[in-house]
């Protein structure tokens, strides 16, 4: 609360002296009130037209539209702040910059290739269209390993860093003290001293309660490197385009991601809304590279200390499967995750199983899960049975049963919060990552993510979700009855959805 407090502090000043410039404005415009009402039916206008000529989700155009037709002023305002991409474009300029000046030129091999075309041409197609929209390629694991719970990966997480000899890098939507964070730090001070290049990276916003400068600077003093992404220092800040990505990357060797942020709730030694359940996986290989290149685009973006990266990549045919991992940008035309999920789960033909705290969807998804449904795929979808934030949670239940009247099955994890974020495909594809099924995880968020195909990860899930159901409750179709004014209220805020 102190950090909320001191940055709120920081910027007051600034907002004060917007609001009495605006109150000067509004005072002066009445005097010429019919000429501006005029001006901004016609700006309102320039503004519709060009949301809607906008190549994005229909159900963010319709949300802006309605705002801006009826508060013209305040809509155009706060879609200046949170709803234009132009306004990141010098972010995305500097992030595509850093990724041209690393000297990175891995690519899928044809061996590799040609493996997964035999054995799947569609899922080929799909991966080689993601792998070179991101410039990801697809590689062989040499190992990897799934955890079922965040407590379950902090020991490995703590035992490779402590082998570290060349670089840490780690970068986090949640970063806060407590026995997690301060596990970590204690090693990381220790590998500074024997000369391992150490930098932490972290989302201003997503820490905005937990980290802030002080602790920046006590990290400093020990040679450890850290700096916020898209910091919220005054007014003119932005609430979308966040780094929600999470990973840590040892000397290219192994790299640690999935839903777990570095907080004590996560290894459920800090309880806040019940247990606490969220998975996450690790990998080496050449894998690992694009984890790797990943970080080193971001950081690279943002820091004056550059990293300098060159591709050691292998190809070494010794693999646990296969494994395309990606991040996905708010400035991308086509979203990665997205595009994967529409293209994979309309093609299955047996299960779909999805591991997501929040559930907020847009009309393609809702129609291919139902579409799914009808055709006798088994879907099923795991959400917490103990909210984090009740407008969001109320806008899940909201979709839960709108899918649940169409033959989806739905399971509340009722012992508490479910924080992963997972896919389950048919019988040999899944993916594993940052990415939830909301609006913020699909279209305005730097994301990360992995899939893996013929891998035993792909087993460890299943068992994982399997087990989780069993300690879970199914919802039924007579959960779906509320009043009127419920539902009133339910289909009010789906409006709003693409901004929760």
């Known amino acids: 609360m102190k950090r909320i407090l001191s940055r709120i502090f920081t910027i007051l000043p600034a907002v004060?002296?917007?609001i009495i410039w605006y109150l000067l404005l509004l005072n002066w415009l009445n005097n010429i009130f019919p000429f501006i009402n005029e001006v901004l039916s016609i700006c309102a206008f320039i503004f519709v037209l060009h949301i809607a000529s906008n190549y994005t989700e229909s159900n963010y155009k319709l949300m802006w539209i309605l705002l801006i037709v009826l508060f013209p002023i305040l809509g155009a305002w706060l879609y200046i702040l949170c709803g234009e991409t132009r306004s990141t474009n010098r972010l995305n300029k500097n992030i595509e910059k850093a990724k041209m000046n690393l000297d990175v030129h891995d690519k899928t091999s044809e061996e590799l290739n040609e493996n997964i075309k035999q054995k799947d041409e569609h899922l080929f197609q799909t991966l080689n269209t993601i792998s070179k929209n991101n410039e990801m390629p697809v590689h062989y694991i040499k190992d990897c390993k799934y955890y079922s719970l965040g407590e379950s990966m902090f020991p490995d997480m703590l035992k490779a860093l402590k082998g570290a000899k060349k670089f840490i890098y780690m970068e986090y939507f949640?970063?806060?003290?407590?026995?997690?964070?301060?596990?970590?730090?204690?090693i990381f001070k220790e590998k500074e001293k024997e000369g391992v290049d150490v930098r932490v990276l972290y989302d201003d916003i997503g820490s905005i309660s937990t980290y802030s400068l002080h602790n920046i600077k006590e990290l400093n003093k020990y040679g450890i490197k850290c700096i916020p992404f898209n910091p919220a220092i005054f007014v003119k800040f932005q609430l979308n385009n966040r780094d929600h990505r999470k990973m840590l990357v040892i000397d290219n060797e192994i790299a640690f991601s999935g839903g777990v942020n570095i907080a004590d709730e996560y290894i459920n030694v800090k309880e806040k809304y019940g247990h606490w359940k969220d998975i996450g996986f690790s990998i080496t290989g050449d894998g690992v590279n694009n984890?790797?290149?990943?970080?080193?685009?971001?950081?690279?973006?943002?820091?004056?200390?550059?990293?300098?990266?060159?591709?050691?990549?292998?190809?070494r045919n010794e693999h646990n499967g296969y494994i395309l991992?990606?991040?996905?940008?708010?400035?991308?035309?086509?979203?990665?995750?997205?595009?994967?999920?529409?293209?994979?789960?309309?093609?299955?033909?047996?299960?779909?199983?999805?591991?997501?705290p929040y559930l907020i969807l847009d009309d393609s998804v809702v129609e291919c899960l139902c579409a799914l449904a009808r055709r006798n795929v088994d879907v099923r979808i795991m959400i917490p049975g103990i909210p984090d934030k009740k407008i969001v949670y109320r806008l899940t239940m909201s979709f839960a049963r709108q899918l649940l009247k169409e033959g989806i099955q739905i399971y509340q994890y009722t012992p508490g919060f479910l924080h992963a974020k997972a896919w389950l495909i048919d019988e040999d594809l899944c993916s594993i990552g940052t990415v939830?099924?909301?609006?913020?995880?699909?279209?305005?968020?730097?994301?990360?993510?992995?899939?893996?195909?013929?891998?035993?990860?792909?087993?460890?899930?299943?068992?994982?979700?399997?087990?989780?159901?069993?300690?879970?409750?199914q919802m039924k179709e007579e959960d779906c009855k509320q009043s009127i004014i419920k539902n009133l209220w339910d289909d009010f805020l789906r409006l709003f959805a693409p901004l929760l």
């Open 174 to 186: 949640i970063i806060e003290e407590g026995i997690f964070l301060n596990s970590m730090v204690d």
């Open 291 to 315: 984890y790797t290149f990943m970080f080193a685009q971001i950081w690279n973006s943002i820091s004056n200390d550059k990293i300098q990266m060159t591709t050691n990549f292998e190809n």
């Open 325 to 356: 991992s990606y991040y996905d940008s708010p400035s991308n035309k086509v979203h990665t995750s997205r595009q994967f999920l529409l293209e994979t789960f309309y093609r299955a033909t047996k299960r779909i199983w999805i591991y997501t």
């Open 436 to 473: 939830n099924l909301d609006y913020r995880s699909l279209f305005l968020h730097y994301e990360c993510n992995s899939i893996f195909y013929q891998s035993s990860i792909f087993h460890s899930l299943k068992k994982d979700m399997e087990q989780t159901m069993e300690m879970s409750k």
């Open 16 to 18: 004060l002296l917007q």
